[in-house]
């Protein structure tokens, strides 16, 4: 697509279920982002991958959140044994291999724990 | 560690008026700076940036300004919109797009018919 997508668009678990959020970037971007936006709040940084790097977890808030990357293209969030406090919008977004360009956005997936 | 930060996280402009929002940010490193606006539901959608070696730059209806001296980054948006209506978020980035965006708080800026 022309965009970055992700899905599911709006997810309702129960409190100690695992999630898995997805996200497909805009074909040839080698760098993406996995963000969180709690409601009525700034961008909280989570993981970054840019190509064949190590990515940077420097954002995880725990070791229940994890990310992976299928080489250049899609990528999955799991969150494990979900909280209520986890409930929040998870954003993703990528951008190509060189720099200046701006990173590009989607919808995000909206995730509510009960 | 390093932050940007917004002065103001709530703004009311009437329609048709200029708006300013204004951001701090404190990693003299960084070079790249983008402005984003997130409507309600919505991801955030890029809007203007600007490299450190220039100090202004313009758009259709909105001009940032960039104060390396005192690390102050401003977004004004003319004649304002009801569709103006959004959160506005600053963001840098220490080497020109190759490295993470940090992401300031935000501002809410609502437009008032």
């Known amino acids: 697509g022309a965009g970055v997508s992700q899905s599911p668009s709006n997810k309702v678990t129960e409190k100690g279920k695992d999630v898995e959020l997805r996200c497909d970037p805009i074909s040839g971007h080698t760098a993406l982002y996995w963000y969180r936006q709690r409601l009525g709040q700034g961008l909280e940084f989570l993981i970054y991958f840019q190509g064949n790097s190590a990515p940077d977890k420097s954002g995880l808030p725990s070791d229940r959140f994890s990310a992976e990357r299928t080489g250049e293209s899609v990528s999955t969030l799991t969150i494990q044994r979900t909280q209520q406090e986890d409930s929040a919008v998870y954003l993703c977004a990528s951008n190509p291999s060189w720099g200046g360009n701006t990173i590009y956005f989607g919808e995000g997936s909206w995730l509510t724990v009960v | 560690g390093e932050s940007v930060g917004l002065h103001l996280p709530t703004l009311s402009v009437q329609e048709g008026d200029n708006s300013i929002i204004n951001c701090a940010y404190s990693?003299?490193?960084?070079?790249?700076f983008i402005w984003y606006k997130q409507e309600s539901g919505k991801g955030p959608q890029f809007i203007i940036d600007i490299r450190s070696n220039m100090d202004k730059r313009q758009g259709q209806r909105v001009t940032v300004l960039l104060n390396k001296t005192v690390k102050h980054l401003s977004l004004q948006i003319a004649a304002t919109q009801p569709g103006d209506s959004a959160v506005y978020f600053c963001?840098?980035?220490?080497?020109?797009?190759?490295?993470?965006?940090?992401f300031g708080t935000g501002t809410r800026l609502t437009i008032i018919p």
């Open positions: 990693n003299s490193a960084s070079d790249y």
């Open positions: 963001a840098e980035n220490p080497n020109f797009g190759n490295e993470k965006l940090t």
